[in-house]
T-cell receptor
Framework: NAGVTQTPKFRVLKTGQSMTLLCAQDMNHEYMYWYRQDPGMGLRLIHYSVGEGTTAKGEVPDGYNVSRLKKQNFLLGLESAAPSQTSVYFC????????????FGQGTRLTVV | GENVEQHPSTLSVQEGDSAVIKCTYSDSASNYFPWYKQELGKGPQLIIDIRSNVGEKKDQRIAVTLNKTAKHFSLHITETQPEDSAVYFCAATDYSSASKIIFGSGTRLSIRP
């Protein structure tokens, strides 16, 4: 049982390049989330999904897009990367949404130069 | 929307002493308050949670208290051990609606031998 798996674990991008971060969970969870973690700012919610085919904006959605075509996968896209998007990105999933435990992946460290 | 403030940002205690981390939230609709522990290089993991119909919950050396009137909740760790050194996050959310989990900015706890 892998839990929540994020791909890739590390990535360096040049300003203006695009990329997609993949999150996969094998726990049959309905809810999935993308967070970014920056020093002194905790975990900030980028986008989230309450089920297959649905997405919603979080606290800091600008510059990111997401898709949830399959229940087990939640993709985070950066269309034109900026240095301000240098961060550690975490994906999480939960069964009961807000009332249940959220399980986190190991994180993706992204550097935009 | 919900806003969660967490204090202190760093905390150093002597091994065996107690540690207390405090959080306040803004949305009176929030009714679920989890605490997560993040070890170096890993994703956060749930250590304890509390729902709004409970004032206190304890699990071995860890306890959480909730004051809904004042909109604050606290994490208490007693008899601290070296393995308690980590970053701790509080969070708040509304169990029944938007499914967003909003986190505090984190507390880096260090245990001095």
């Amino acid at each position: 049982n892998a839990g929540v798996t994020q791909t890739p674990k590390f990535r360096v991008l040049k300003t203006g390049q695009s990329m997609t971060l993949l999150c996969a969970q094998d726990m049959n969870h309905e809810y999935m989330y993308w967070y970014r973690q920056d020093p002194g700012m905790g975990l900030r919610l980028i986008h989230y999904s309450v089920g297959e085919g649905t997405t919603a904006k979080g606290e800091v959605p600008d510059g990111y897009n997401v898709s949830r075509l399959k229940k087990q996968n939640f993709l985070l896209g950066l269309e034109s990367a900026a240095p301000s998007q240098t961060s550690v990105y975490f994906c999480a999933s939960s069964y009961q949404g807000t009332g249940g435990e959220a399980f986190f992946g190991q994180g993706t460290r992204l550097t935009v130069v | 929307g919900e806003n969660v403030e967490q204090h202190p940002s760093t905390l150093s205690v002597q091994e065996g002493d107690s540690a207390v981390i405090k959080c306040t939230y803004s949305d009176s609709a929030s009714n679920y308050f989890p605490w997560y522990k993040q070890e170096l290089g890993k994703g956060p993991q749930l250590i304890i949670d509390i729902r709004s119909n409970v004032g206190e919950k304890k699990d071995q050396r860890i306890a959480v208290t909730l004051n809904k009137t004042a909109k604050h909740f606290s994490l208490h760790i007693t008899e601290t051990q070296p393995e308690d050194s980590a970053v701790y996050f509080c969070a708040a959310t509304d169990y029944s609606s938007a499914s967003k989990i909003i986190f505090g900015s984190g507390t880096r706890l260090s245990i001095r031998p």
